[in-house]
C-alpha cells in the first residue's frame, strides 16, 4: 500500500496548523521547567493569566 501514516501527520500537526491559524500561539513541552508533568500545565502563564481574571 502507500506510505504508512502515524498520529503525528494524520492528527497532531493539522490540528497544531488550523489552531496557529485561529491566532493560537504553540508552546512546546521541551526545555520548559515550569511545566507540572502531572497536569501538563504551564504553571507561571497559568499563574499569570488568573492573576488578569481578577
Same mark, same amino acid.
Given at each position: 500500500?502507500?506510505?504508512?501514516?502515524n498520529?503525528?501527520?494524520?492528527?497532531?500537526?493539522?490540528?497544531?496548523?488550523?489552531?496557529?491559524?485561529?491566532?493560537y500561539?504553540?508552546? =512546546?513541552?521541551?526545555?520548559?521547567?515550569d511545566?507540572?508533568?502531572?497536569?501538563?500545565?504551564?504553571?507561571?502563564?497559568?499563574?499569570? =493569566?488568573?492573576?488578569?481574571?481578577?
Amino acid at each position: 500500500m502507500g506510505k504508512d501514516f502515524n498520529e503525528d501527520t494524520r492528527v497532531k500537526i493539522p490540528a497544531i496548523l488550523t489552531l496557529t491559524r485561529l491566532g493560537y500561539g504553540y508552546l =512546546s513541552l521541551k526545555g520548559r521547567a515550569d511545566i507540572d508533568t502531572q497536569t501538563n500545565i504551564f504553571t507561571e502563564i497559568f499563574f499569570e =493569566s488568573l492573576k488578569r481574571i481578577k
